[in-house]
Every structure is written in structure tokens, then in C-alpha cells.
């Protein structure tokens, strides 16, 4: 097989990749707001106020997923691929146990 044949190949497998992430990734943030939603006007928070909850809970995950990409990509090149499967595992642990 030529070098071009593989390389559009794994083009396509990145797309496919991108595409199959952001549609999981819109599924775990539309069932993690509505149940951490739900947990905040169960807590009795207002319900003007009670969509913000998961917003601030999301948001700080991402952000710290963030920082441990970044981290594990620049000053610890060694540890990137545990800390870039912890980073997108855990989360996806939390929002699973949320929504239960």
C-alpha cells in the first residue's frame, strides 16, 4: 500500500474519532446537566438558579481536564498517555454515577 493510501486512511479514522468524541461528549453533558440539575432543586437551590449547578460542576471538570493535558503534554511527557486516560476516564465515571 502507498504512503498516501495510509495516510488517508488514518485521516479518515481521525474523523470518524472526532466526530464519535463530540457526539458522546454531547450525550454525557446533555444527561449530566439535567441530572445535576434535578440534584440542585432537590437541594432546594432556586429554580432560576438551578441551571447554573451543572454548568459549575462540568465546567470545573473540563477545566481540570485541561490543565492535566497540559501538564502531562509539556512538563511530564513521560506520564502523558496515563494522565490523558485518567483525564477523559474519571470524568466520564463521575457523570456516569451522577445520572444514576
Same mark, same amino acid.
Given at each position: 500500500?502507498?504512503?498516501? $493510501?495510509?495516510?488517508?486512511?488514518?485521516?479518515?479514522?481521525? #474523523? #470518524?474519532?472526532? +466526530? $464519535?468524541?463530540? %457526539?458522546? %461528549? %454531547?450525550? &454525557? !453533558?446533555? /444527561?449530566? !446537566?439535567?441530572?445535576? *440539575?434535578?440534584?440542585?432543586? =432537590?437541594?432546594?437551590?432556586?429554580?432560576?438558579?438551578?441551571?447554573?449547578?451543572?454548568?459549575?460542576?462540568? $465546567?470545573?471538570? +473540563?477545566? %481540570?481536564?485541561?490543565?492535566?493535558?497540559? /501538564?502531562?503534554? !509539556?512538563?511530564?511527557?513521560?506520564?502523558?498517555?496515563?494522565?490523558?486516560?485518567?483525564?477523559?476516564?474519571?470524568?466520564?465515571?463521575? =457523570?456516569? &454515577?451522577?445520572? *444514576?
Amino acid at each position: 500500500m502507498t504512503s498516501t $493510501g495510509t495516510r488517508q486512511k488514518v485521516g479518515w479514522v481521525a #474523523v #470518524v474519532g472526532i +466526530i $464519535g468524541t463530540i %457526539a458522546l %461528549a %454531547a450525550g &454525557a !453533558f446533555s /444527561l449530566s !446537566f439535567t441530572s445535576l *440539575m434535578h440534584l440542585a432543586l =432537590r437541594s432546594g437551590i432556586d429554580p432560576s438558579q438551578a441551571w447554573e449547578w451543572p454548568l459549575i460542576v462540568d $465546567g470545573m471538570i +473540563i477545566v %481540570a481536564s485541561e490543565v492535566t493535558l497540559v /501538564l502531562a503534554c !509539556f512538563l511530564w511527557p513521560v506520564q502523558g498517555l496515563w494522565a490523558m486516560t485518567s483525564a477523559e476516564v474519571l470524568p466520564g465515571i463521575r =457523570r456516569a &454515577a451522577s445520572s *444514576m
